[in-house]
């Protein structure tokens, strides 16, 4: 089945694994390239093969092809799933009017011009990837990531194609600690276990914490050992789609900020945190990312 997703221009499907992409086979779950994205995305207790590609123009739009028969309905989950991860309605216009009064975000603008958030396209995954992530660098994190899909998760193969599922929470609920560890996930193979077991039990419910207003949900996760604010503010990011939760004190952000003579442009986003300013700072976000990776593949 085939189906189309309109994205708000511009969009630039290739900037992303370009900048984010740091191993060309090592980015499970999913496999991304400048021109298609595929994965198994788990529909009704089912994996579907799924591939995405992008006819880019001034009227951009994603390609979505599920390689096995699903219902309409099904077919309309997954393609909310996809549009909500490729934030395809997310408006960048009101972000780029906003960097056109700084000269360096201007520049990076206009540089990076389309590049838009890539979030998760399920909760659990998400704060088991964000989990991960923590005190380690990207490259390092997408290698702990891969080998966390190899050991547990799915995986499909297709003529010449092969897709991936991220692990569900029942198998990470009832993994040994030795194969855990054997991912070289270290102390974090404990927090992962006990978070998949609270899932599976009911005693973490995602469509609760959607509910819940921000501060809510990190003192809800913070209860975990080794889960704390960065770790509960990215999740509010890329877990629940919160554009305007990222943390501002993480370290790469400030980075970025100080790279880019951009602190009065972080504060006003920081003490003027308006529905209106929201969006603006979910797609700031992605920039100032994107800044030090153009920063590093430039040096090459």
Request: hydrophobic fraction near 40%.
């Amino acid at each position: 089945m085939v189906a189309t997703i309109r994205v708000s221009s511009p969009y630039d499907f290739g900037l992303y694994p370009k900048l984010f992409v740091h191993q060309e086979c090592a980015f499970l779950p999913f496999l991304y390239s400048p021109a298609r994205w595929s994965r198994l995305v788990e529909l009704e207790d089912d994996f579907v093969p799924t591939i995405v590609t992008c006819k880019c123009g001034p009227d951009p739009k994603l390609c979505l092809w599920s390689m096995t028969d699903v219902s309409t309905s099904s077919m309309k989950i997954l393609k909310n799933k996809v549009a909500a991860s490729f934030c395809t309605d997310l408006d960048l216009r009101p972000f780029y009017d906003r960097a056109s009064s700084h000269p360096s975000l201007r520049h990076l603008t206009n540089e990076l011009k389309g590049l838009r958030p890539h979030l998760s396209l399920d909760p659990f995954e998400s704060l088991i990837k964000v989990i991960v992530r923590q005190v380690v660098r990207a490259t390092t994190a997408q290698k702990l990531i891969d080998n966390l899909v190899r050991k547990f998760g799915n995986s499909v193969r297709d003529d010449e194609d092969i897709y991936f599922s991220f692990p569900t929470p029942e198998t990470l609920a009832t993994a040994h600690k030795r194969d855990l560890l054997d991912c070289r996930i270290g102390y974090k193979w404990n927090v992962i276990r006990e978070v998949s077991r609270d899932v599976v039990e009911g005693n973490l419910d995602f469509e609760q914490l959607r509910q819940l207003p921000d501060e809510e949900v990190v003192s809800i996760l913070s209860e975990y050992k080794w889960i704390g604010p960065w770790t509960s503010r990215v999740f509010l990011y890329d877990g629940l789609h919160r554009l305007n939760a990222y943390p501002e004190f993480d370290i790469s952000i400030r980075r970025a900020t100080a790279g880019l003579q951009l602190g009065g442009t972080l504060r006003e986003f920081e003490s003027k945190r308006s529905s209106t300013l929201q969006p603006l700072w979910g797609a700031m976000v992605s920039y100032l990312f994107g800044s030090l990776w153009t920063s590093k593949l430039s040096k090459h």
